[in-house]
């Protein structure tokens, strides 16, 4: 690819939303513009909404040499995210992260379910009408309406939960099978050839929990820095030894066929919960997680050896853009076995 001037698109307009984790999308696309500006790249800024006729005009007027694209949504829909990659695709510019069919296919977790189950990949089944169930969002992301009162213990309990959210939150909500055990996230990344690497596995560890509340990570515990929940949900990276080895290397070996089976492209994080029998399960795939050097991607980039510079670089290299290449120490991947 030529080297050109990078385009940082984002899907907050002036004026937009005031919620928490999409003023955290402006503040990224601002954190990332500063720092390949200081690295010679040459930068703008935009945003992305529902007039895609204006985005097209613009992108032909000044086409950019790359868009890195870090849109979550338009007019507060995640649904409508795929809509931006499809234009830039339709425009022939080369984009940063995910393709249209995935963010299309991972905002629609009932669908997404359908697919992991025909590919034989385990997933708690929306369709398994035993045990206790956990309510969520079909579409939106950030934990939308996840709170300890998600979990219910009977069928009928969680129909009337899932009519109650989605009269609330006015989007779809379902209920899956609730899953008792350790959580974990799985960062993947692409390299310049188009091999999924996968970063070290980190475990979400529920510290102190109050008994009787479910060990979920609730909007409260993502966002709401007041929280109790906030400061009990503590990242680790476990190590790939003892008792352990065998499923760091499961989840990793999961995580890689994802990552190639359903055409993913870029980055992404896949979530997993291991259950009592010691299986996973996956729970969530995010194709465009947040890249706020304090979240979890780019933890896990910092623990395989790279810093904040060196991840973006990577991410670039991925989609093509060589004006520097990629940093020369690889990744400290985990082990294929």
């Not at 102190?208 to 509340?213: F, Q, R």
């Not at 009990?232 to 476990?238: G, L, M, Q, V």
């Not at 304090?294 to 050896?305: D, I, N, P, R, W």
């Amino acid at each position: 690819m030529r080297e050109g001037t990078i385009l940082i698109l984002h899907g907050i307009p002036p004026g937009g939303s005031q919620a928490i984790e999409d003023l955290e999308n402006l503040e990224v696309a601002e954190g990332i513009k500063r720092i390949l500006a200081e690295r010679g790249h040459p930068m703008r800024m935009s945003s992305a909404d529902l007039d895609l006729g204006r985005m097209r005009r613009e992108l032909e007027r000044d086409p950019p040499a790359l868009v890195f694209n870090l849109v979550e949504g338009l007019d507060g829909r995640d649904r409508l995210a795929a809509c931006v990659p499809a234009l830039l695709e339709s425009l022939t510019l080369p984009y940063t992260g995910n393709p249209p069919h995935v963010l299309a296919l991972a905002d629609d977790k009932l669908a997404l379910k359908h697919v992991l189950i025909q590919a034989g990949i385990p997933t708690p089944d929306a369709n398994n009408h035993e045990g206790s169930f956990l309510v969520k969002a079909r579409h939106q992301h950030a934990s939308l309406g996840l709170d300890p009162g998600a979990r219910v213990e009977t069928l009928a309990e969680a129909e009337d939960l899932v009519r109650q959210k989605s009269s609330r939150y006015r989007t779809a909500f379902f209920a899956e099978p609730y899953i008792e055990g350790r959580e974990f996230n799985l960062s993947v990344i692409e390299s310049p050839v188009g091999q999924p690497l996968v970063l070290p596995p980190a475990e979400i560890q529920f510290m102190d929990w109050p008994d009787g509340m479910p060990k979920i990570v609730d909007h409260a515990a993502k966002w709401d820095t007041q929280s109790p929940r906030f400061a009990k949900t503590i990242r680790h990276f476990p190590k790939a030894e003892g008792s352990d080895e065998i499923l760091l290397v499961t989840l990793a070996a999961l995580a890689r066929q994802i990552f190639s089976a359903f055409g993913l492209k870029g980055y992404a994080r896949i979530d997993f919960r291991v259950g009592p029998d010691g299986g996973p399960q996956v729970i969530d795939l995010n194709p465009n997680p947040t890249l706020d050097p304090l979240a979890g991607f780019a933890k896990a980039a910092f623990q395989a050896g790279w810093d904040y510079p060196g991840l973006l670089a990577q991410i670039l290299a991925c989609a093509g853009y060589s004006k520097h290449a990629a940093p020369h120490e690889p990744l400290r991947e985990v082990n294929r076995r």
